[in-house]
């Protein structure tokens, strides 16, 4: 089992945190703080309309136009494991008037690509942590696992013959079955489809009994008997699933592969933009409302200061980056 130093998790649940201190670039655009924004801003999405991280961009573009009286919209340009549309943020003016939304993506890709088009850490001044997306790991019932040990059991008796699904080659559930094998010291094949939902089609009717999915996603079909949940990959028990429990305290500690969403600006954007942001992003999570909207998604809310986001971002993109060494991935 290959031995690694495991980053603190998503950080679940609203941490509401001073801004006390934050540095100050100058005005946005050469008005004061207090007045900004003056203009309409775009949120860019580096994904397509309708999955995840677009629903969030729209709650957000709708929240921030409502509390800021000028109009907020969502870019979608999706491409490229999420490459085109971050280069297109990196490349944009810091004036406060272009926020990018990002996944856990962000932070695999620095790895997953050979050259990127912009700089992950350096091109990019973090605001928030958004939200948390946690994942189930599911077999098809028709595999004799009960549990995350009765897996890892079963697995190290057949190596190589037990195949997990995932959404292709990079994507998270991809991601999250390889940090599963280094960790628990199994050798599961790999079985790589063009997205996510031909994958768990196919895991269904047994074709390949293992897969890694979203909560919202597999969680009917567990209810259904389709499937059969053996553990969630983040760091505490889903609001959606608490009979679940998480890998790490089911047989492989130290364990977490949740999917995150967070928004970054261009580097050098004024830090009273960023602040300002920040605050607001935090208020938004804290309301009712859209903590029952996000939760309806599977989404669970994850705030953070623009500091703590950095710290996140900083520990991601090591401990991916060894997880695709050692399996040997590159972006197709």
Known sequence: MIRRSMCAGVMVGLLVCSLAGAQQQGPAKGTAAATYPTGPIRIVAPFPPGGGLDIIARIIAQWLSEAWGHQVSVDNRPGAGGTIGTAIAAKAAPDGYTFLIVSSAHTINASLYRQLAYDTLNDFAPVSLITAVPHLLVVHPSLPATTVKGLIAIAKSKPGQIAYASGGIGASTHLAGELFK??????????????????????????????????????????????????????????????VPTIAEAGVPGYEAATWHGMLVPARTPGAVVAKLNSEIVRMLNDANIRGRLGREGLEPAGSTPEQFDAHLRAEIPKWAQVIRTAGIRAE
């Open 182 to 243: 280094s960790m628990a010291g199994v050798d599961l094949l790999h079985v790589p489809y063009k997205g996510t939902v031909p994958s768990l089609v196919d895991v269904m009717s047994g074709q390949v009994p293992v897969t890694f999915g979203s909560v919202p996603t597999v969680l009917q079909h567990i209810k259904t008997g389709r499937l059969r949940a053996l553990g969630l990959t983040g760091a505490r028990r889903s609001l959606s699933a608490p009979e």
